[in-house]
């Protein structure tokens, strides 16, 4: 439940809106008449930014930007950089009035008076600064020039951010990537070589050179796109004392290394999940000072959220000192839904797996938040950034939540492991412990695989019946991962070791597996599929090991990457895949092994996907073929057909899983 939703909450909101908005509002008609003092202007400075912070703790975005552009106009006064006019007071007079009217309006958009206003200040502004003397001369940029430049076009915009093209801003970044990790095997394969001469050892040495000015290089294009955790934490003290306030209990939050950057769709995305948190702590965890006081804790409830970056990794800590998790309620929860059996009464992790289930609640209806989202919705991020939750609780001690997150979106560490005869990457963020196979006693209980990790016994899956495919050797090593429901071992054929990898989201024709991420670029052209482990384990524990005959898949595409994403993507689909990298491969497979359906890329040097179809149909092969295309058109797809494709798929604009469910759909009705 949004805090924007909460009747008690608003009010407030609304009544501190009443207040500062009167303030400024005084404060902007006696700008009519004289310069204000500079006591008065760092006060109207205060209320703006108080507004910004207020507001987007509420979720009224609107409101917020209108406290934004409202604090850079005041503090454009306060700072001198502007000279005080009629048109700039009746500017910041007419935006103050919009504001409070917005508090009843759509927190996202507000009303159109205050985009009118919001407007208005800002050709105000613009139209003050403008009086400032042309420069004599057109300096050239050089590097050295570059944060002077930004910091002019930041002034320019009259506000703190800089407004970029985002798909380019992006791309860059993605290719930085690439190029990093193909620089990477680069220098790996000239470091090999180094005893052959000295003319090998100069050529390493270059490669290092040019290495660490990609690296430099990449560090500077991720900033770009970064922000400090800060932006979304600054309003989490007023939110924490709101809830306090209305839930009569007294709690102190304190915060360290809020000031640690991260890429800014990790931190964003991060923003609704880390409230949800807090709000839980307080409404849930923290005790009313009557209850503090009977059990002998202090009155005031203690509150942390800490966050650190480790390499590629961003950790966020929240934990409080209050009653912790009842696990008898939550089992009684459990039973009634249906969800869980009485003889799980004591198995913590399908109840802390139960914890994060949408809809599940021990809070009676009519509370602040209880219907029994809010961790639902954090487990539900964090799977999406490809991260880990860890969630500790002790009955009457409190509760520890850990949150960790790769820092960029784009640049991930990964383990590189082989299962069913194919390499597959799993986030190194999640890999709690790597251990020979060899080493372990295996447990059988029933239908469930155990091992004894730590200090306590946790399941073992096989990764490739995870996936759904058949195991291609028997494991070397297990990996104990991190899962929502608890740590969980993977067991795989061969651990190829840790890699740094350029991350790339799936295709929507390629999605609809939820256990797979996306794929990673290794460099060299090489490239695999990132599995989900938690997703994985849920996989696993319902999933059976395929015994049947599954449909056969060629894939044949002349991209080496394409050929191993589609192949992965199907073979966790339930398909049985073959690949190949030309059509002349492609007649060749053909000639000796039939298949249930053909997937043939539409794009290719030597011969194109129509052409390729229409020699396959010469052949007397009826199997469906898919066409699939980067770059659609209609004239492409109608020759397609024509040649003998059942159906032409855009890779960019189809509907999720629509491959799968395409060839799903053509070997049901070619039987």
Known sequence: MSASDEVDLQSLFAAEIDERSAR???????????????????????????????????????????????????????????????????????????????????????????????????????DQGADAPEPTHDPVPTASDLDGLLGTIGTLGFGDNVRVDATNLYRLINELCSLRVDVEVLAEKAGSAVADGSKVAELAALVDEIDASVVDLQERAVELAAMPLSEITATFIQLVRYIARRSDKDVRLEMTGTDTVADRRVVERLSDPLRHLL??????????????????????????????????????????????VDWAAVHRVGIRRGLIDESQVDDRDALRSLLFTAGVSTVPDGELVGDGSGLALVAS????????????????????????????????????????????????????ESVPFADLEIHETGSRREVFWLDRWIPVVGFAEAVGLRPAGEPDRLLVVSTTSGPVGLAVEFEKGRRQVAARELGPVLAGIPHLTGAALLGAGEVIVLVD?????????????????????LV??????????????????????ELAGSPTEALSVLAEQSFDALVVDYQMPTMDGATLAARIRELGIDSPIIMLSGVATAADASRAIEAGANAYLDKDDVRKGALAEAIRGLVRTSD
Do not use: C
């Open 24 to 126: 400024l509002a005084e404060g902007a008609t006696r700008l009519h008449g004289a310069p204000l003092d500079a006591e008065s202007l760092a006060t109207m400075v205060r209320e703006g930014h108080t507004i910004k912070g207020t507001a987007r703790m509420m979720g009224f975005i609107a409101i917020s930007d209108a406290g934004k552009l409202l604090e850079d106009g005041w503090r454009y006064l306060r700072d001198g950089e502007l000279e005080a006019s009629s048109t700039i007071a009746e500017a910041l007079a007419l935006l103050t009035a919009e504001v409070r009217a917005a508090v009843d309006a759509d927190p996202a958009t507000g009303t159109p008076g205050l985009a009118a206003g919001m407007r208005a200040l800002r050709v105000a502004l613009h």
């Open 279 to 324: 709000v839980n702590a307080v409404e849930h965890g923290i005790e009313t000072v009557a209850e503090r006081q009977a059990r002998g804790k202090p009155r005031t409830g203690s509150l942390t959220l800490t966050a650190e970056v480790t390499g590629q990794r961003l950790t966020i800590t929240i934990e409080d000192d209050g009653r912790g």
């Open 381 to 432: 991020v964090v799977e999406s950034l490809q991260g880990t939750l860890t969630f500790d609780t002790e009955p009457g001690r409190g509760t520890r939540v850990v949150i960790a997150v790769p820092r960029s979106r784009a640049l991930q560490d990964a383990v590189i492991v082989t299962a069913a005869g194919q390499d597959w990457g799993i986030p190194e963020i999640s890999i709690l």
């Open 533 to 553: 482990p938690t997703r994985l384990a849920d996989r696993a524990r319902a999933a059976q090991t395929p015994t049947g005959p599954r449909p056969k898949v």
């Open 556 to 577: 044949v595409d002349d991209s080496r990457g394409a050929r191993l994403v589609v192949g992965g993507a199907l073979g966790s689909a339930g398909f049985e895949v």
